[in-house]
């Protein structure tokens, strides 16, 4: 006879491993195929074992001839199997939804040549045979033993196997928990129990869990160490207290709870104590010296499992805050937007760490005001507002409430809503850049939510970020300002441009970057003696110093044209002066012109101009025939002996002249660019239209051929002679 023997732990995984122990017996011995039959049925035993019963379990497997005999025994014998007799099972389907066991009996019953079950004062043990050839069937079998083959046997489970067991699962702390102070309270007869650990900095103490001293759902809370540890501070051994009514721990919650007596044992790993478990009775001296060594035999099991899940649990949270955080950057960082700053970052602090959230901002004169305030719940949001813009909130960076009942009362706020935000507990930390104070920024929770050490750590870090973000926004607001101040002194204000008699006209200009304002692009449209002049140019780069060249060319040109030069000597003056700057790297191109009248009103112009370097006006007659119009010349600021001249052009009643600058013409969609063909093609669809109408459609033609592709600065210019 072989016999093979092994014992499994009560783990979920037990049963995987008692099916592959037997596969691979079964193997050695070269059992044929009843060993499938084996298998399933020593699954089914042993899942009912360790899942239903919750024990350890012991499989021993014989092999005789012509047959294979298995024993699964586990560790419960006062829960007896359903059963008539050793011999005999009803192996009809069961219609008892209610029953806790597995099919192993039933499958037993019909795949088994015989089964059974013995009991003994310490365990059970079912047990069946099965033949594992053809042959043997027709031989004789020995009757079934009455009594199980002898076995080792394993000592009675303590008042902590179910402790045990939980700690070997590996379950994550809350749940961990929850079991631990349920098996302490039953292993101790208790009537409620308790577990605190102490936090990251170990400054405070907290009530992870509990069982018997709420009615409710149970929530944490965190205490100073003399109320978490009977005595005056924690230290090793157990503790027994007789009477709370004159105990120094926990004389709220526990006898709020109907609480006597307690017995607590603190949580010892590597010399230092991680937590307390305590468990308590309604009656007064419940507890003895056996009771007390029972509780700390409990605790040293449990501590070093319940410190690993709780610096697990501290790893997840701090990788969590950090991602909260990284996320509030980007957020925080995509917007150079004051007040759509604090929105952002309300957001996001409501969603993670407070239930309601508020800035208050202070001006350059000092003065502070609320920026924004939200509440999770929306019925609280005009209350809330109402509340911080009546009474600011202090700096306060420990959780408690920011003011007292008697100061709300005293402003007139006397509703509950009021009253309830007020004495709720919240943090109101600075915001500062630079050294210099940009506001506060507040959040709080309900009532009964306190903030741990690691929430106000995460929102001191959120709000050196939100300071960081507002202080951006208010240095591009402040550079988006003067930057628009700039672009007004370099183009002529719609309310100043001239009437020109028998002239409909248009301009339009967009800078590369929206954000920078300032570009290198410029027109310009003003009268001077009975004439009419206007101008479009283009320098090189965008920027300050570009503003500087644009601001010296608008300026010159101006002065030059009220002395009656002609455009060819004003381009000669505007060359040097451009020179004399020593702005080498800084050329412009322009297109200047000046009309004159060819008789009355409707009989057409004369246009004397010059194109420095810049792209060609382009005409549209009135029979919808588009030519470009003049001669190109070299640019300014290049080149010291250059000769200007002076180009006169007719243009008739019904003409229109159109002038850009290269970001129109260079526009690209890829590879692909508009040039002075495509223009030329869209500008030949304008016959008819009004010189507004004519910048309305170019710009929309332009943003189909290459939508969101204005990456350089874009001018144009439109005149429809009437």
Request: hydrophobic fraction near 40%; glycine fraction near 8%; aromatic fraction near 6%.
């Amino acid at each position: 006879m072989k016999v093979a023997s092994r014992e499994f732990p009560p783990a979920p995984e037990s049963a995987g491993e008692a099916r592959t122990f037997v596969r691979e017996t079964l193997d050695q011995w070269a059992v044929g195929r009843s060993a499938d039959d084996v298998v399933l049925l020593v699954s089914e035993l042993a899942t009912n074992a360790v899942i239903h019963a919750e024990s350890p379990l012991e499989v021993t497997v014989r092999r005789s001839p012509g047959q294979v005999e298995v024993v699964v025994a586990d560790r419960v014998p006062e829960r007896a199997l359903p059963q008539a007799g050793p011999l005999s099972v009803d192996t009809s389907p069961s219609t008892d939804n209610a029953r806790s066991g597995g099919l192993g009996l039933a499958l037993a019953a019909a795949i088994a040549s015989s089964w059974g079950v013995a009991y003994s004062k310490e365990d059970k043990a079912v047990w069946f045979r099965v033949l594992d050839d053809e042959e043997s069937a027709e031989r004789p079998l020995a009757p079934p033993a009455p009594v199980r083959p002898q076995r080792r046997r394993a000592p009675r489970p303590g008042p902590w196997a179910a402790l045990d067991a939980a700690l070997s699962a590996r379950l994550p702390l809350p749940d961990l928990l929850d079991r631990t102070v349920e098996y302490a309270r039953a292993a101790l007869g208790g009537d409620a129990a308790y577990i605190a650990l102490a936090t990251t900095d170990e400054t405070e103490w907290e009530v992870r869990a509990g069982a018997g001293l709420s009615e409710g759902p149970w929530r944490p809370f965190r205490s100073r160490t003399e109320e978490t540890f009977p005595s005056a501070a924690p230290a090793p051994g157990a503790v027994i207290n007789d009477d709370l009514m004159i105990a120094r721990a926990h004389r709220g919650r526990l006898s709020e709870a109907g609480m006597r007596s307690l017995v607590t044992a603190p949580l010892i790993v590597e010399g230092r104590i991680t937590g307390l478990i305590g468990v308590a009775s309604r009656r007064t001296r419940h507890f003895g010296d056996t009771a007390a060594r029972r509780l700390q035999e409990g605790a040293d099991r449990m501590a070093l499992p319940v410190e690993r899940a709780r610096l697990a649990e501290v790893e997840l949270s701090r990788r969590a805050s950090l991602s909260f955080l990284a996320e509030a950057s980007d957020l925080l960082t995509g917007t150079l937007d004051e007040p759509l700053t604090a929105a952002l970052a309300a957001q996001l602090t409501t969603s993670r760490l407070g239930d309601w959230y508020a800035v208050h901002i202070i001006s350059d004169l000092g003065v502070t005001r609320l920026a924004h305030a939200v509440h999770a719940n929306e019925n609280y949001n005009d209350v809330l507002h109402t509340l911080l813009s009546t009474l600011p909130p202090p700096e306060q960076q420990t959780p408690r409430p920011l003011w007292s009942r008697e100061l709300v009362t005293a402003a007139g706020l006397t509703d509950e809503l009021t009253l309830e935000l007020a004495e709720s507990p919240a943090v109101s930390i600075p915001l500062v850049a630079h050294g210099r104070a940009l506001g506060r920024m507040t959040l709080g929770r309900q009532a009964g939510h306190e903030f741990t050490r690691e929430d106000v750590d995460v929102a001191n870090d959120l709000a050196g970020r939100v300071s960081s973000a507002m202080e951006n926004a208010r240095l591009y607001a402040g550079q988006t300002e003067m930057s628009e101040a700039l672009q007004r002194s370099l183009l002529p204000a719609k309310e100043k441009e001239p009437d020109i008699p028998g002239v409909d006209h248009a301009v339009f200009y967009r800078p590369a970057d929206e954000r920078t304002v300032v570009g290198g692009d410029f027109y310009d449209v003003f009268a001077t003696d009975g004439r009419w002049c206007f101008a479009i140019g283009d320098v090189c780069g965008t920027g300050p110093e570009a503003a500087a060249v644009t601001g010296l060319a608008r300026h010159t040109l101006r002065a030059l044209a009220r002395e009656s030069f002609s455009p060819s000597h004003i381009m000669d003056r505007l060359n040097l002066a451009i020179l004399d700057e020593n702005t080498s790297t800084r050329f412009l191109t322009m297109l200047y012109g000046e009309m004159t009248p060819l008789g009355e009103p409707g009989e057409g112009m004369r246009i004397r101009m010059v194109s420095a370097g810049h792209p060609l006006p382009i005409k549209l007659t009135r029979k919808g025939k588009v030519v470009p119009v003049g001669t190109s010349q070299p640019l300014l600021g290049a080149f010291e002996d250059v000769d200007f001249f002076t180009e006169t052009v007719e243009v008739d009643s019904g003409d229109v002249l159109l002038a850009v600058t290269d970001g129109v013409t260079e526009r690209r969609n890829g590879s692909a660019m508009l040039g002075d063909e495509g223009l030329m093609e869209i500008f030949s669809s304008c016959s008819g239209l009004t010189a507004q109408a004519v910048i309305g459609r170019l710009d929309r033609e332009l943003e189909e051929f290459a939508p969101g592709g204005h990456t350089d600065d874009t001018a144009m210019l439109v005149l429809r002679f009437l």
